[in-house]
C-alpha cells in the first residue's frame, strides 16, 4: 500500500525529470513535459520522499495516506 498521496503542482513543475530520475516506478513526464504519478506505490516510500526533496520547485506534495499529515515540503 502506498505511504504517501502524492500531488502534483503543475504549475510548479519545470519539467526538469528529477522526479523520474529518482523514482522512474512511480513519476512519469506526460507529452506537456510535466511529471505525473503512475504509480503511488511504484517505489520505496523513502525514495518517494528523497524524489520529492529533490524537486527544484518543490511541486511534489506528499501526504501521509493514514494521517492526511502533510509529510513535504516542510513548513
Ligand atoms: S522534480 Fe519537480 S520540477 Fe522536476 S519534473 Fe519532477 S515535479 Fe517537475
Redesign the pocket.
Known amino acids: 500500500m502506498a505511504k504517501y498521496k502524492i500531488e502534483?503542482d503543475r504549475e510548479?513543475?519545470?519539467?526538469?525529470?528529477?522526479?523520474?530520475d529518482v523514482a522512474p516506478a512511480t513519476?512519469e513526464?506526460d507529452d506537456e513535459s510535466?511529471?505525473i504519478v503512475t504509480d503511488a506505490a511504484g517505489d520505496e516510500a523513502d525514495t518517494i520522499l528523497e524524489?520529492a526533496q529533490?524537486?527544484?520547485?518543490e511541486?511534489?506534495i506528499l501526504h501521509d495516506v493514514e494521517t492526511d499529515e502533510k509529510v513535504w515540503p516542510e513548513g
Do not use: L, Q, V
Open positions: 502534483i510548479a513543475c519545470i519539467g526538469d525529470n528529477a522526479c523520474c513519476f513526464m510535466i511529471a524524489a529533490s524537486c527544484p520547485t511541486a511534489i
